[in-house]
């Protein structure tokens, strides 16, 4: 995952827990493409001083990544639930053969839109 992603992912799980405006420059950052010093010129601060606002805050998210791992946890379980969705897609399939049971495809059915709760989710 490329590092602006793994960043707003983080920001995600871990925004809350940084100062407002720590929070506000990464998302600046990361999210709406801003240039460190349209930052600076938004935010009435030195390009430096948002340049290791957002140090700060990336280093602390990463540290809180690495004691917690609720992004590596969703990520799996976002690859789980695909995997899950993909397999009961395939019963599914196998459902509509010629006397197969008819709660096969139900189950398969239902599964696949359990599994896609969870992806949105």
């Known amino acids: 995952m490329s590092k602006n992603l793994e960043i707003s992912l983080l920001l995600?799980?871990?925004?809350d827990m940084l100062t407002e405006k720590q929070r506000n420059m990464v998302d600046y950052y990361y999210n709406d493409d801003l240039s460190l010093s349209?930052?600076?010129?938004?935010?009435?601060?030195?390009?430096?001083?948002?340049?290791?606002?957002i140090k700060r805050a990336e280093a602390q998210m990463l540290e809180m990544e690495d004691r917690l791992g609720l992004a590596k946890r969703?990520?799996?379980?976002?690859?789980d639930a695909?995997?899950?969705?993909?397999?009961?897609q395939t019963i599914r399939q196998y459902s509509d053969y010629p006397?197969?049971?008819?709660?096969?495809?139900?189950?398969?059915?239902?599964?696949?839109?359990?599994?896609?709760m969870l992806q949105k989710a």
């Open 99 to 116: 006397g197969a049971p008819r709660e096969v495809g139900e189950g398969a059915a239902r599964i696949m839109a359990l599994a896609d």
């Open 74 to 79: 969703f990520r799996v379980m976002s690859a």
């Open 82 to 88: 695909q995997e899950i969705y993909q397999l009961a």
């Open 38 to 53: 349209e930052i600076a010129e938004n935010e009435g601060i030195s390009r430096q001083g948002v340049r290791d606002s």
């Open 12 to 15: 995600d799980f871990y925004g």
